[in-house]
């Protein structure tokens, strides 16, 4: 997949992304960093980009006061400046069994949605750092909640990217949960970025929390995540259909239900999609039949800054 | 219900788990595979699971029902009631009697094999020497036979005569031979089990009023069936020629033909009488037919001969041919015995002497007073006609009654109360010989006999049944006087009184008289308008007709049954009279009866004659009189009884058994056809309901 891997992850390819490197991370929402970046932040004044001045009214800064003008014209104003400052972004990736559907084995994940969520969420921390924007990691598993704080620092990113390397998927769905521990631990507006194959039952749970980001001023995009296996049932006399995250398992003839579970799976899909949008997310739905790069490509044309 | 293969049952049974195997076998082996939708698939499956199971199940109970029908269909399941006699079981003390039916129905054959030899198989069978077991056998004909008279355990001669015998020409009496059986089983003893078998082909006309109450209670019948199916048979049914032929006169000789078979058949008839020989071709429609032949014989004495029937084979060609004997007699002769003179003219003597002459063709010797009664003229007459006669002595009433014994007809006009005395007198000669309807009595004081009509008469009979449609034409002018009253007798046969008036009396009578028959006819001529009405003439000679002596097809008898037949009068016992038949028929070794005198006259008296044939009474090498043996008429028809009327016949169901094994057998074991179309309609429903529940 690479021909020049990164130190910190054979996930990073850097010469396959040098293309996308252009393309910095943006978002349209004013945002609270740390520190100055070039994003739009949410506090205006400062020693910022000059945008606009108004009337005086009591209370305000009387450092900010435009002294000129008010020679000039007898009124006071006082001078607007916009903040920008840098991004912080929060991955929050679904680690839970069911991402693993699609491994070659029980030890090798290649062809798994969890593979193509490793090398996407590589890929996007490694441009998200290359606009010295913060970038950090919620993991959702039912091992244990792993949350890693937004940084920019090169050694921060390379942990981070470790860990996303050596995600395991296990378990039963926990987004929720991940999300409301995130949520408790993130005070700054930022962007919150969702990797899930969201299936999780019930969704409530999860749209329930990315209310909260959206309404502390996040940004919230969700990234689900389909495998072609997933969309149709296998071809086949019968199977015994094993769950991945703790269900029974279930003899049958796919031939006799194809046609219902791709009804119920579409049903599911419009599910998602419509209580995300519903939420205030930015919806993106991608197979993992699609190189990830596409993926990135795709996401970060509309939003480059 | 009982399998022709039974075998086929067990296998059947065997291969009924064939679809659970199969099914087992073919149910497919899933492929572990792990799914992170498999709450999708749970899902699908709750809504599609009782469908699925539904169709798997109804398929599966639908190939069983394949397996298990395709498994009855080569059994072979016979639905009726089959066998209620086991000859298998060796412990038991069993006295069992098979009845053989050997009537001519039995040779009837198709394709070389005869029902008898069926019958001949299946009643060997039913003596097995395994068994504790005495036999009986009855040859069932028109008198039964048996074989010993009481129940043997000497099974080889019961086997030997049963392929000894062959069939006879004969119905055959079941009644006889059932009440037989009666007895045998009868007299064993009670621990005894009591069986009768019956093997016939149990046709319709010898077995439909058969009933089995005369058995013992408790005794098992089982009845073995081998009649043909289908049957596709000719025959010739019946020879009828007039009562009376007379040499050089034409008559009409009609002979009655069977089609008993669904199609028209060709055939030709021929007849054969004497220097004879005449054939008619004819298409037959199915049923019976009547073909014609005109006759005309110019000699007197008996003549003797057959009718045959030349067609493709049928089913009994043993019935294709009919013996044939009739005697040709001279012209009649009739005197008449009138008390009257001869000179008085008109006078009612006078009319009949004119019309006699007429009709006899003997202008001399037509009249007798009884005054001079000649005994020798009387009975060279075939008829005598009396007319105020007088009152008869004691002596001419007892010849005239012995003349009427011997076959003379007599026709007597009662004019006056002498004549009625003259027929109390005749009726005491003839005692019950003589039976006649109606008495004569004097006619009530102030009501005169005169002006008299015709109420009623029996169209249908003789004589006026030759006027056909011109008898009221005929009879509508006639007016009648004189005569006497009549009163019924008490055992009347009010039929045998042809004609009566308008004041009720009886007009015309008919009595038979041993031989010879008497008409009487109730009015004066001199006093009635009948002499000069143009019906007197056909009307005197159709009376005469009928009293003459019958002869032609009455000189017929059936095999097996006794035969009693007068001789001519002329012969007596002293005769050297020898029985014999006629030339184109084979002799019997069992003889031609016994010679007997009665008061008659000579008898030929035969118990049974068992072969069909003319056979004649010669006397100095000349035939006196010819006999035509006969096959009875309803043995043509082979269409047989149904095993539910049979069965019905028995006193309880249970204990009766109905068993085909003719050539009808294959053709009505029909269940295994519908079965094998159960079992494609099953297939079909398989089908239908996988596409119904297709997916």
Known sequence: ?305 | MSFLNPLAILIGAVGLSLPLVVHWLTKPRPTPLPLSTIWFVHEAIRQRRSRHRLRDLLVLLLRMLAIALIALAIARPMMRRDVVIDTSNSQINVARVLIVDVSQSMAAGRGGRQPLERARSIADKYISSDQDLVVGVVFAAARPEVVFQQLSSNFSALRQSIRNVATLPQSADAMAAINQAAVWLGETDDQMKRELVVISDFQRSDWGAVRFDALPSDTKIQLESVALTGPDNLAVLAVRTPDRISAGEPFQCEVELGNFSALERPIRCRLKLGQLNKTIEKTLPPGQSTVTFPVEIASTGWQSGSVELDSAADDLPADDIRPLAIEVSPAAKVILLSGQNPQARPSSSYYLTRAIQQISGDLADARMSPQKFSLDRARSADALVLDHPGRLERGLLKRLADLMRRGTGMIYFVSELADGVNLSGLQQELGAGMQMPVRFVPPARGRPRRDLAIAEISRRERPFEVFGDALDLALAPLRFGGGLATELTDQSLQDRILGSLTDQSAWLTMTDCGGGRLAIVNADLEQSNLAVQPAFLPLVGELVGSVLPAGGSGSETTCGLPMVRLLPSDISIEDDIVARPDEDWPTIASGYGSWEASGSGMVWNWAAPPERGVYEAVLDGRPRFKVAVTTPASESDLSSLQSGSLIAQGQSKDRIGFRDTGDQRENKDRWWNWLLVACVLGLVCEICTLRIFRT
């Open chain 1, 1 to 305: 997949m690479s021909s020049q891997k990164s130190e910190t992850s054979h996930y990073l390819d850097t010469a396959s992304m040098l293309g996308l490197e252009t393309m910095r991370f943006s978002t349209k929402r004013r945002i609270e960093g740390t520190f100055s970046g070039r994003h739009v932040a949410r506090r205006q004044g400062g020693a910022g980009q000059y945008i606009d001045s108004r009337e005086y009214s009591p209370g305000d800064d009387l450092r900010r006061l435009d002294w000129p003008a008010m020679g000039r014209t007898g009124r006071a104003y006082v001078r607007l400046y916009q903040d920008e400052t840098n991004l912080s972004c929060l991955l929050t990736i679904d680690a839970s069994g069911s991402m693993y559907f699609g491994a070659r084995s029980k030890f090798d994940d290649r062809g798994s949605k969890l593979e193509w969520t490793k090398y996407f969420a590589t890929a996007m921390t490694h441009l998200i750092a290359l606009g010295r924007d913060q970038v950090g990691m919620s993991v959702a598993a039912e091992h244990g909640l792993q949350f890693i704080a937004p940084a920019a620092a090169p050694r921060q990113i390379r942990i981070l990217q470790h860990e996303i390397a050596g995600l395991v998927a296990s378990g039963r769905t926990q987004l929720g949960e991940s999300l409301d521990d995130s949520f408790l631990r993130m005070r700054r507006r930022g962007v919150m970025m969702v990797i899930s194959d969201f299936l999780v039952q019930p969704l409530d749970d999860v749209l329930r929390g990315m209310r909260k980001f959206r309404a502390r001023g996040w940004e919230t995009i969700a990234v689900h995540l389909v495998h072609p296996d997933e969309e149709v049932l296998p071809k086949g006399v019968a199977f015994r259909f094993s769950g991945m995250e703790g269900e029974p398992n279930v003899d049958c003839r796919p031939g006799d239900i194809r046609n219902v579970y791709q009804q119920r799976f579409s049903q599911h899909c419009a599910h998602v999609r419509d209580g995300l949008l519903g939420a205030g997310c930015d919806y993106r739905r991608f197979s993992t039949a699609t190189p990830y790069l596409d993926a990135v490509r795709q996401f970060l044309v509309p939003r480059r800054g």
